[in-house]
């Protein structure tokens, strides 16, 4: 599973593959010119809510953040947009891309983050042309207002999340009762958190009948 590379960036690029989040107050004008301007300018009176600029060695895209009456559904709505971009830049064969978050929320650009992010996962072990399959977009740059602790924190969320994708994702035969533990064994030494696991006996103590009765149709030992 191989998960996007982020990094904090003290300033917003002008040059390079970039996308810019930005609500009615953002100052834009440094990063584009004139002409650039008046289009996204153009593109934003018309209530556009994604603004895509070619050109031809990079892509930049502006995204205009238009408030909802409830905020969960401003940021829920910037999640899709940071999805739909993440398919968008991969459809381009971006290898990287910088997210500059040039709004007055700081929320604003982690919820876009997170869509981005976890756009990312995926699970193609299995097929023959995963190499064909596998994401183009490996390196992300971010600058904006949150600060490096905050993103670390989330990146820890949404790897876990990725993982837990990945387990249930996994066919039975490939990740068994005791190989699954195993995993969740290595996943706890890791992150220094106490994993403790129950076997058979202690569940057949405890009496927890339904767990064991479901165990009947499986080879493998059950575990708590």
Known sequence: MDMLE???KNTPPAQGNCIYVVSANARFETYFNEQECNFIKSSIDD???IVH???FSSQAFVVNVQPKKENWLTKELLRKRGADLFKQACSLKLTDITIADLTD???YGLSFLEGFYLSSY???GYFKDKDKKQNSLTRLGFYGKLPVSEIKKNINLWESVSQTKTFV???VIHLPSHEYIDAIGKISRE???TCTVYNKQWLTEQGMGGILAVNKGSV???YL
């Open 6 to 8: 982020i990094v904090k």
């Open 47 to 49: 209530d556009k809510q």
């Open 53 to 55: 600029i070619n050109r």
């Open 105 to 107: 929320d700081s929320d």
């Open 122 to 124: 995926q699970f193609i």
């Open 169 to 171: 994702n996994q066919p």
């Open 191 to 193: 992150t220094g958190i």
């Open 220 to 222: 493998d030992e059950p």
